[in-house]
C-alpha cells in the first residue's frame, strides 16, 4: 500500500537506527525511502544563519549507519537547518513520499506526549498519513527486534470504529491507497466494530449488532475487491477498551485512525481517536483530514 516513505527523527526518538535496517523495511514492501534531520541553525552573531558544520557532522553520522545498497530499496538522507516543520514539507514536496514517520516528545505537556509538537504543526498542513512511533519502544529494541519490526510495518493494521457510517473516511482513504498506491507485499486488515452497550437495551443492542454486520461485510467485500485481506470482528462493550484489547491481543502492528472533522488536533475537543492515541503504545497511522474528499 505504500511505496515511499519519510523517516524524520531528531536523533534522540531512536528513529535514526531504522537506516541500518535497509533490507527489512524493503521486505515491508517499501521501495524509496528519505531519511530526513533538521539541526538547528546558528545562533551566534547578531543574524541566524545555516549551521553547515553541524548539517555535515550530522550526514557524516548517518551515513555511516547505512549499510544497504541493494537495487530493490533507494534510501536518501536529507539533513536541513531551520524551521523543521517548513523543512519536512520541503523534503516531502521533493520526494513525494506515501507516509511519513515521525516519533514523539518525551516532554511533559498533554500534546506532546501525544504526538510530538512537530507532527501537531506537520498533521495540520500535510496530505498524506503520518505513522507515529514512541520513542520509548524503538529505543529499547535489539537490533534483531528492528529487523523484525521494519519487515512486518504496515503488516497487519486495526481499524477500530464505533459506528461503520462514522469510518466511512477512513475507510475510503484506505480503498484510495490500496488502488494508486498498490503493493506487491500482502497487507492484512483488522475491522473493528464496537457498539457501546451503555444506557440499552437488549432488542437495540442486538439489533445494533445486525446492523453492523450487515454494513462491515459490504465494507469487507469493497476492501477484499481490492486484493485487501480482511478480517471483521463485531462486538459490544466500551468502544476504547475494546479497541485495546483487540490491539493487545490480536498481534497486529499498528492501529489506523482518522477523524472525518477538523478537531482531532484541537485538543480542547476529547474525541474517541484522541483516547486511542493517549492510551495506546501501538504505532498509529494518522490519516489527516482533507475536506475535499469528505464523503
Given at each position: 500500500m505504500f511505496q515511499r516513505c519519510l523517516i524524520c527523527t531528531d536523533l534522540t526518538d531512536g528513529l535514526q537506527r531504522l537506516i541500518s535496517h535497509g533490507e527489512s523495511l524493503s521486505h515491508s514492501?517499501?521501495?524509496?525511502?528519505?531519511?530526513?534531520?533538521?539541526?538547528?541553525?546558528?545562533?551566534?552573531?547578531?543574524?541566524?544563519?545555516?549551521?553547515?558544520e553541524e548539517i555535515e557532522l550530522v550526514k557524516e553520522k548517518l551515513f555511516s549507519k547505512l549499510v544497504y545498497s541493494g537495487d530493490d530499496l533507494k534510501i536518501n538522507i536529507e539533513v536541513t537547518s531551520?524551521?523543521?516543520?517548513?523543512?519536512?514539507?520541503?523534503?516531502?514536496?521533493?520526494?513525494?513520499?506515501?507516509?511519513?514517520?515521525?516519533?514523539?516528545?518525551?516532554?511533559?505537556?498533554?500534546?506532546?506526549?501525544?504526538?510530538?509538537?512537530?507532527?501537531?504543526?506537520?498533521?495540520?498542513?500535510i496530505k498524506i498519513p503520518v505513522m507515529i512511533l514512541r520513542p520509548q519502544?524503538?529505543?529499547?529494541?535489539?537490533?534483531?527486534?528492528?529487523?523484525?519490526?521494519?519487515?512486518?510495518?504496515?503488516?497487519?493494521?486495526?481499524?477500530?470504529?464505533?459506528?461503520?457510517?462514522?469510518?466511512?473516511?477512513?475507510?475510503?482513504?484506505?480503498?484510495?491507497?490500496?488502488?494508486?498506491?498498490?503493493?506487491?507485499?500482502?497487507?492484512?486488515?483488522?475491522?473493528?466494530?464496537?457498539?457501546?452497550d451503555?444506557?440499552?437495551?437488549?432488542?437495540?443492542?442486538?439489533?445494533?449488532?445486525?446492523?453492523?454486520?450487515?454494513?462491515s461485510e459490504v465494507v469487507k467485500k469493497e476492501l477484499e475487491s481490492l486484493g485487501l485481506e480482511i478480517e471483521v470482528i463485531v462486538t459490544t462493550g466500551n468502544p476504547l477498551q475494546e479497541t485495546l484489547n483487540t490491539a493487545l491481543n490480536s498481534d497486529i502492528t499498528a492501529i489506523a485512525i482518522a477523524d472525518d472533522q477538523d478537531s482531532l488536533l484541537d485538543w480542547t475537543v476529547k474525541s474517541f481517536t484522541q483516547e486511542v492515541l493517549h492510551r495506546s503504545w501501538f504505532p498509529v497511522v494518522f490519516f489527516p483530514f482533507k475536506k475535499s474528499e469528505k464523503k
Open positions: 514492501g517499501l521501495k524509496e525511502i528519505t531519511f530526513l534531520h533538521s539541526v538547528a541553525l546558528w545562533e551566534e552573531g547578531q543574524v541566524p544563519r545555516v549551521n553547515t531551520g524551521n523543521v516543520t517548513e523543512n519536512i514539507l520541503k523534503v516531502a514536496k521533493k520526494y513525494n513520499p506515501d507516509f511519513i514517520i515521525t516519533g514523539t516528545s518525551l516532554r511533559s505537556s498533554l500534546e506532546e506526549q501525544i504526538f510530538g509538537s512537530t507532527t501537531i504543526e506537520l498533521g495540520k498542513k519502544l524503538i529505543s529499547v529494541y535489539t537490533s534483531e527486534e528492528i529487523k523484525l519490526r521494519c519487515s512486518k510495518l504496515n503488516d497487519y493494521w486495526l481499524i477500530p470504529c464505533y459506528d461503520v457510517d462514522n469510518a466511512r473516511y477512513l475507510i475510503e482513504q484506505i480503498k484510495y491507497y490500496a488502488k494508486e498506491k498498490p503493493s506487491e507485499v500482502k497487507h492484512k486488515y483488522l475491522f473493528l466494530v464496537v457498539i457501546s451503555v444506557s440499552r437495551s437488549d432488542l437495540i443492542i442486538e439489533n445494533s449488532i445486525k446492523d453492523a454486520k450487515q454494513k
